[in-house]
């Protein structure tokens, strides 16, 4: 898929506060510092659409990008961020509930993995939570420039393992670097293929009241 055309279009600290629901849209999730911005930026060809930042916790509030004037990608806030108070991590988490347990134009969720990390107990647990809301979701693999082809193949099979213990079928996992920008199109294709499936096939969306 080409991009044509990419612009930011707002960020919403609640649900009440987002963009209408009326195009599909696909969110990028993952621990803080692993590269969500970064893929948004690689995916749409920007260099500072979605902001980045070396210091993990950048992305602090819902950042919806449109995308061809057809459908958004969504830069969440990461999770798993040390110096995060107690208070923030659940205003967190009550945030990236209710975004995913409500908002029906929600596609697809993207969560994001570190290629050279062995399996992260809270990307486990936040998959197991994507399972039990019922939200699809396939994994992103980032920074696969910085280590050999072996070790990412070596920890992508130790990572699904992992998740085999609590899961009967793994989702698609895809490759992705920002540097050599591997995984950019089989992304995007994923992406036309869901908004093929989705103008075929809408969700029921509730009107929202109006007061
Ligand atoms: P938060 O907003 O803090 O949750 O982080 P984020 O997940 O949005 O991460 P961000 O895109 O800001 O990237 C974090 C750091 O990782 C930056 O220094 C990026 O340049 C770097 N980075 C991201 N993706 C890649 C990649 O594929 N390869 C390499 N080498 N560096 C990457
Ligand atoms: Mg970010």
Redesign the pocket.
Same mark, same amino acid.
């Not at 993952?30 to 690689?42: A, Q």
């Not at 979605?50 to 602090?60: D, F, I, N, R």
């Not at 830069?75 to 990461?78: A, E, F």
């Given at each position: 898929m080409k991009i044509k055309s990419c612009r930011f279009e707002k960020s919403s600290a609640k649900m009440s506060e987002l963009p209408a629901h009326s195009k599909p849209e696909y969110a990028?999730i993952?621990?803080?510092?692993?590269?969500?911005?970064?893929?948004?930026?690689?995916l749409t060809g920007q260099k500072s659409l979605? $902001? &980045?930042?070396?210091?993990?916790?950048?992305?602090?509030l819902i950042n919806h990008f449109m995308i061809n004037e057809q459908w958004y990608l969504v830069?969440?806030?990461?999770y798993g961020?040390a110096k995060v108070s107690k208070g923030k991590r659940e205003d967190w988490e009550k945030m990236i509930r209710h975004y995913l347990t409500k908002r029906e134009n929600l596609v697809c969720i993207f969560q994001?993995i570190d290629g050279r990390l062995s399996p992260q107990a809270n990307d486990l647990e936040f998959a197991n939570k994507l399972g039990e809301y019922g939200v699809p979701f396939v994994v992103v693999v980032? $920074? &696969?420039?910085?280590l050999g082809g072996t070790t990412i193949q070596a920890n992508v099979a130790t990572y699904k393992k992992a998740m085999l213990e609590h899961w009967d079928d793994l989702p698609a996992f895809h490759l992705?670097?920002?540097?050599?920008e591997?995984g950019k199109e089989e992304i995007l294709n994923f992406i036309e293929q869901c908004n093929v499936s989705y103008a075929a096939n809408p969700p029921e969306i509730q009107p929202r009241p109006t007061v």
């Open positions: 990028f993952g621990r803080s510092n692993v590269g969500k911005s970064s893929l948004i930026n690689m979605a $902001k &980045t930042s070396a210091k993990p916790g950048k992305t602090q830069d969440l806030p990461g961020y994001l980032t $920074k &696969t420039d910085k992705s670097s920002t540097v050599t591997r």
